[in-house]
């Protein structure tokens, strides 16, 4: 497809159990984003790739949190021993590179993947 | 610190109607600027940008939005809504060479016939 993909759409899981969300970005596309977006409140950067670096991480709540992207193209977000204030949409975003000029290239965005934590 | 605030956090409008949705923001200097709209289980979808230039810039579906550097502001507009325009609106700023996006607490927008 054209666009970000990720999977699952949902997931549903205990509490201490390990999760990992995958984001497939746009193709060519060298930035990749995470965002956590809880219920009610707009998005908040956790991470960014400039291809297989992880350049900005500092948006990650907790050691929990990992993201990886070894390949440079599709990412995981994975987070160990969940707790309930995890509980939020998992947003991935890619955006071609910076150019010459300088401007900021917008980001397309998945469709997120909800995830409950019980 | 660097902040972007949305005053209003739901608003409803009768559609045909026009719509305007305040945006504010701190930052020391001119940051990039967007308005994103989300709707109901669906992604963000980009409405419009502003890097610099021409302040008043256009935008998909009929928006608009104006810069003004004196007031911080970066409101959007449409002169007439549409039922489909209900959704969740965020006002959305750069700063970073990276291009991470900080992201206002968005307005819900209700349109009633």
């Known amino acids: 497809g054209a666009g970000v993909s990720q999977s699952p759409r949902y997931k549903v899981a205990k509490r201490g159990q390990d999760v990992a969300l995958r984001c497939d970005p746009i193709s060519g596309h060298v930035s990749l984003f995470w965002y956590q977006q809880a219920l009610g409140q707009g998005p908040e950067f956790l991470t960014y790739f400039q291809n297989e670096a992880q350049l900005d991480k500092s948006g990650l709540p907790s050691d929990r949190f990992f993201a990886e992207r070894p390949e440079g193209s599709v990412s995981t977000l994975k987070i160990q021993r969940t707790q309930q204030e995890d509980s939020a949409v998992y947003l991935c975003a890619s955006s071609l590179r910076r150019d010459r000029g300088h401007q900021a290239q917008p980001q397309h965005f998945g469709d997120g993947t909800r995830l409950s934590i019980l | ?113």
């Not at chain 2, 965020?90 to 016939?113: H, R």
């Open chain 2, 1 to 113: 610190a660097q902040s972007v605030t949305q005053p209003d956090i739901h608003i409803t409008v009768s559609e045909g109607a026009s719509l305007e949705l305040r945006c504010n923001y701190s930052y020391g200097a001119t940051p990039y600027l967007f308005w994103y709209v989300q709707s109901p289980g669906q992604g963000l979808q980009l409405l419009l940008k502003y890097f610099s230039g021409d302040t008043l810039v256009q935008g998909i579906k009929g928006f608009e939005a104006e810069f003004k550097r004196s007031q911080s502001s970066f409101n959007l507009r449409k002169p007439s809504v549409h039922w489909s325009d209900a959704a969740e609106y965020f006002c959305v700023m750069t700063t970073d060479s990276w291009g991470k996006l900080q992201f206002g607490a968005g307005t819900q927008v209700v349109v009633t016939p």
